[in-house]
């Protein structure tokens, strides 16, 4: 009797070590931990947890560690690799996954307009550039929500993208629109008066210069 309850013993032990063993091999420290967290904390200004990792190409250089943000939901990867001069370099696709924030709502304000937002905005008429301008300060107030988890410096050095307006030649030999200006979306606050003015202006000099038909503006 009493060696079968020292053989009990004996497994139970063996299984508990077994158990703490496999626990601790899921918890060891994640390669290359304190330097892809400067990464992350020199990339973006709001608070972040590291969810995961993995490796990639059989390789403990190559690695793929997941992150996700304290204060919204917001996910995003880090890409650890190594250059062809054998330095270590980090890329990320949080700044594309910040801008995917925002697309639907700024998307929506250029519905009406010819074109899409990529590539541009073709002008069919000077009665659009009104609510045209309207519509790129109001893209640039939503992107400006994003000071709420990053500075002013992030949102001009990722900035949501530009807009490109495009305005017809009402020539023969060439019917590809001429390009205007392009208005950029990258939080600042544009005035809707002043950035018109400023439009108008130079279509006016375009249609002078014979680039634009006097046939629309």
Not at 6 to 29: D, F, K, M, Q, Y
Not at 105 to 115: G, M, N, R, V
Not at 122 to 132: F, G, I, K, S
Not at 161 to 180: A, F, H, Q, R, V
Request: hydrophobic content about 35%.
């Amino acid at each position: 009797m009493l060696k079968t309850r020292l053989l009990l013993i004996t497994l139970l032990l063996s299984v508990l070590l077994t158990a703490c063993s496999s626990v601790s091999s899921r918890t060891e420290a994640v390669p290359h931990k304190i330097s892809v967290l400067k990464y992350v904390k020199d990339t973006c200004s709001e608070a972040c947890e590291l969810i995961s990792y993995e490796q990639i190409y059989n390789s403990p250089d190559h690695i793929i560690y997941y992150f996700h943000s304290m204060d919204r939901e917001l996910e995003f990867q880090v890409y650890r690799s190594i250059t062809e001069e054998g330095g270590v370099q980090y890329q990320s696709d949080y700044a594309n996954v910040v801008r995917d924030q925002y697309a639907d709502e700024i998307s929506a304000l250029f519905e009406d307009f010819s074109y899409s937002i990529r590539p541009g905005i073709l002008l069919q008429n000077t009665d659009e550039l009104e609510p045209l301008t309207r519509a790129v300060c109001a893209a640039n107030e939503i992107y400006r929500k994003e000071l709420t988890y990053n500075s002013q410096a992030f949102l001009q050095e990722h900035p949501y993208g530009s807009l490109t307006l495009y305005g017809k030649t009402g020539s023969e030999k060439n019917d590809y629109p001429e390009k205007i200006c392009t208005f950029s979306i990258d939080g600042s606050v544009p005035d809707a008066t002043a950035l018109q003015a400023q439009t108008s202006s130079t279509i006016l000099q375009m249609l002078e210069e014979g680039r634009l038909s006097s046939e629309f503006y």
